[in-house]
Structure formats: C-alpha cells, structure tokens
C-alpha cells in the first residue's frame, strides 16, 4: 500500500478554516466496479491550502478517485473521511453541506442547459437559500473569468474553455475550502489552459486546497513554476507520490 | 391550524428561484393536467350519484317509515261496515295519529298511471285504502294485526317494511358504491400522478446530478418537483370539478328533480360546498403522490 501524505510545501500560507485537520482523507479505501477493482489500499489525506495533481492513464480511475473525495461514491472497502466526517453511513443532507465546502470542475463541466450562465454560476448559492447574495458576488466573479459578456447566454452557447470557466466561478462562488477539478484543460487550447491554471494557483494562494486531475504534463509544469505542488500518479491501482521528472 | 395554513401558503407561493432549477417538462405537465381534470370531472359525477344516494335512502326511511296503508277487500255491501269498523280500531290504537280512508278520487289518481283516467272504478271490486299516519315511536304492528283479524277480516296492514328496507338497503349500497368510486378515484389520481412524476424525475436526472454537485439538498430537489406537481393537479382538478358542475346542473330534473332516482342526480343547497374539496384534495393527493415518488427516486439514485 501506498500512501501519500500530501501535505503543503514549507512557507505555504495555509487556508480553511480548521487549521491542521486534513480537508479530505481517504483510508485503505479500495473500490470496484464492474466485477472488476479498479483500485484498492488507497490512502490519501489533503491538507488545507495544498495543490496536488493527479495524474495516471486513462481508465486508472482518477475520475472515481476524485468522485470518492467530493462523496459521489462510496468506497467498497475503506474509509473517505470529509473534515474528520466519514462519508460511508452519513446522512445525505450532511453529505450535501459538505459539497457545499468543496467546488467541484467536472469534466464536463455539467449545467443546468435551461438556464442562462449567470444562474449556473449562481445555483451553489440558490440550493444554499442565498441567492439574495449572487448580486454581490456574480459581477466580480465573471469578470474574473472572463465571462461578464456571457451571463445571459445558456451554457449550449458557450465555447469548451468558457464552460470550463463558468464551471471554476461555480466552483469559488461559495468560497469552498477545497476546489477539485477534472482534466479542466481537457477541450481547451494551451492558452486557455493557461488562464485556467492562473485562476487555479490565485485561489490556492487564497488558501483553497487545490485537487486537479490531467493528463497535461505541461500544465503540472507551469504549476510547479508558479506554487509548490504535489503531484500523485494513479498507476496499477495503486496511487504513488510521482517524483521530480514531472 | 393556523402554522399548517402558512405552510401550505408558503408552499404554494413557493421558491422562484428553485423553481427554475427544473426544466419545464411538456408531456409529464399535460398528463397531469389532463389526469387531475378527468379525475375531478368523474369525482363530480361519483358525488351526486353518492349524494342523490343518500337523499333517496333518506326521503324512503323518513317518509315512508311514518306512514302504513290498510288495505281492506271486502264484498262491496260489507266494504263501508267494516272500512268503519277499521278506522275505529285505528283511532284507539297507540302510535297512531291519524287514519283516513282514500275518496274513490284518489284512488282513481293512483291508478291512473297504469291504467288511464277513464277507469270505471265505481264497477270494479277495487280494495279500500286507508292511509295512517304515525307519531312517537309507531304502533305495535303485531298486535294491530291481530285486532284487525278478529274484527275487520278483509284487512291487510302493509307498514312498508317489507319493500322499503330493501330499498333503502340498496340506496345505501349505492352511496357506498359511490364513496369507493371516489376512493378509487383518488387513488388512480395518486398512482397517475406518481407516474407521471417519475418520469420527470427520470428525465431530469442530469438535472438532479447537478444540483447534487453544488450541494442541494434531497428536500430542496423534491420541493422544486412536488410544487409543480401539486399546482398542475390543482388547477386540473379545479377545471374538471367546474366543467362537472356545469354537467351536472345541466341534467334534466336536478336534486329538487322529484322522487325518480334518475332525475334526482345533482346537487342541492349545500351539496355544491362539497365539490369545493374535490381541486385541493387532488392537489393533496398530487403532493403525496409526487413527494413519494420524489423520495424513493432520490433514494435510489445516492
């Protein structure tokens, strides 16, 4: 079994508000799917304010990895503990206003279609009962990705780089403690990826622990010259700390 | 009471904003609507069948169960000595309050419906009838018998038991019939609806995976369906229960429609207050059924 114990680099100001407990922690946690164990014996504990990537061929099971952390699935063996919380046996509104601390980037980035983007963007804080608030915070945040033109337009209309940016705002709207991201620079091009990652390294340095899944070796690259990043790699369902070559 | 009254408000006034979160779903909201509307306007029609029920069981039980016939069949030089010999015994018997013999007018309207107004009745050996009426708690029917056996010989008391139990009997079964239709009603509204609902959940599942992902609530999921379904059902139900209404004041006769059972179907006086029930019951019914079907659905797809 591998474990990694991914905690901030030295001189990193840590964030969150419960300073010294792990945001996320993940006990011999194995999971099957299929018939088939895509991994088992998987320990991994994030601290607030770190910055880790993911990396692994396709199919090793970063997305279930990162599903395990945000509690959309429960592991088959093992333990995924959110803020010290065990997510196997809790209640599904607790396991909801734990969401409600992590911003999730999905893959494919997921909205509600009928909708334009400014309510996309704005529906962590409409589920919470504070939409009053979205006013204060939508002009400043999609002007922060870049989207203000946007936010009357329905995600259909958008490109693949500002869905991913619609989706990151949708991610910080509720100031979470934790962002995870999977493969966010999947559909875009090195640019957008770029602005992306900007987006990504200012919140960590905000404080937010910072969890993101790639294949994009460059990205990981870029990162490492700007903020001190852990890099983990989902191999033989195992995972391992990859070394200095990243 | 008063909590119950704003949280149903409340509720109808709903969320705007979580409201929308839900896409507007074609099919499903048509066959609620139409559903709620069917079940209403047959509702309408469950409830006067039920109502006009209950009225002819009653009218037959109150009425008739105050009032017998003596019947006398005598050769017609003994008819009047012992049609006298009748009204005596009645007058002296306990739980009688007036006896009168039938004038050979009316007799004859009586038998006009089956055989015409120019029935020569002065030439046929027509019985006698003398109509009693009851007070307090009736006579005693076995002992008037007896009296009436040893002194008038051609009389037959008929104190309406034997045909109007039975009547009444199946006036009641049919109110009866008429409550399980509405029950059935109800609850082939609920399972309808329950369809129904679950299908909009089903198509929205990409729907409810987002709203998972930013941290709804399986409350607030199912609040935004289950409002939606309820006010479909009410205003269903209030157009089929008004469209009844209209039918059923339209039938010919109505409530006040006089004795036949057919031309009595429909509503009187208070009997219209009841048709009030029928949209927020459905709407109940839609809201339990919807919320059901919103839980197990969510259930199912942690």
């Not at chain 1, 804080?125 to 939508?138: I, K, M, N, Q, S």
């Not at chain 1, 329905?154 to 934790?178: C, D, H, K, T, Y």
């Not at chain 2, 399986?218 to 205003?235: C, K």
Request: include cysteine; hydrophobic fraction near 45%.
């Amino acid at each position: 079994m591998q474990r990694c114990n991914c905690n901030p680099g030295p001189g990193r100001a840590e964030g969150g508000r419960n300073r010294g407990q792990q945001v996320i922690e993940l006990r011999d946690v194995a999971y099957s799917y299929g018939g088939g164990e895509l991994f088992s014996g998987l320990s991994l504990s994030l601290a607030p304010g770190s910055f880790h990537f993911l990396t692994g061929p396709s199919g090793a099971g970063k997305t279930t990895l990162l599903k395990l952390c945000y509690g959309d699935l429960v592991p088959t063996s093992g333990e995924v503990a959110l803020w010290d919380e065990a997510t196997t046996g809790m209640a599904r509104d607790a396991l909801a206003l734990n969401r409600r601390r992590i911003g999730v980037v999905h893959q494919d980035c997921q909205f509600l279609d009928h909708l334009p983007l400014r309510d996309n963007v704005a529906l962590p804080l409409t589920v919470a009962g504070r939409h009053h608030e979205a006013e204060a915070y939508l002009p400043d945040l999609l002007g922060w990705v870049g989207l203000t033109r946007h936010a009357n337009r329905r995600p259909p209309e958008l490109s693949g780089g500002e869905r991913q940016r619609a989706a990151l705002a949708r991610a910080v709207i509720m100031s979470p403690e934790v962002i995870i991201a999977d493969e966010p620079t999947g559909n875009i091009d090195w640019e957008m990826s770029q602005r992306l990652l900007a987006l990504l390294v200012e919140l960590n340095r905000m404080g937010k622990a910072v969890l993101v899944a790639t294949h994009d070796m460059n990205l990981i690259r870029a990162a490492k010259a700007q903020v001190a990043v852990r890099t983990l790699r989902l191999k033989d369902r195992q995972l391992l700390a990859a070394g200095a070559e990243l | 009471m008063k909590r119950a009254f704003w949280t149903a408000l409340s509720f109808l006034a709903g969320d705007v904003q979580a409201d929308r979160s839900v896409p507007p779903t074609g099919f499903t909201a048509r066959l609620t609507l139409f559903t709620a509307a069917a079940m209403a306007l047959l509702a309408v029609f469950a409830l006067s069948l039920s109502l006009a029920s209950a009225r002819l069981a009653a009218r037959w039980s109150d009425d008739l169960a105050q009032s017998s016939t003596l019947r006398i069949s005598a050769p017609a030089e003994q008819m009047a000595a012992q049609t006298a010999a009748a009204l005596e015994v009645l007058r002296t018997t306990p739980g009688i309050a007036s006896a009168r013999a039938l004038t050979q007018e009316e007799e004859q309207a009586l038998l006009t419906p089956w055989f015409g107004p120019d029935l020569p009745l002065g030439a046929l050996p027509i019985p006698q009838l003398i109509e009693i009426n009851e007070q307090g708690g009736g006579y005693d029917a076995t002992g008037l018998r007896a009296r009436l056996q040893a002194e008038v010989p051609g009389a037959v008391l008929d104190d309406h038991t034997r045909w109007r139990e039975p009547l009444v009997a199946a006036a009641g079964k049919l109110r009866g019939l008429g409550a399980l239709a509405i029950m059935l009603i109800g609850a082939s509204t609920a399972a309808m609806i329950t369809l129904a609902a679950q299908s909009a959940l089903s198509a929205n599942a990409q729907v409810i995976r987002v709203l998972r992902l930013v941290g709804a609530r399986d409350s607030y999921i199912a609040r935004a369906f289950v409002r939606r379904f309820t006010l479909r059902a009410l205003s269903g139900a209030a157009v089929g229960t008004l469209l009844g209404a209209v039918l059923v004041a339209l039938l010919p006769g109505g409530a006040q429609g006089g004795d036949s059972f057919l031309t009595g179907i429909g509503f009187s006086g208070g009997d219209w207050l009841w048709l009030v029930l029928i949209p927020p019951l459905t709407a109940a019914v839609a809201f339990a059924a919807t919320r059901g079907a919103a839980r197990r659905m969510l259930e199912r797809q942690s």
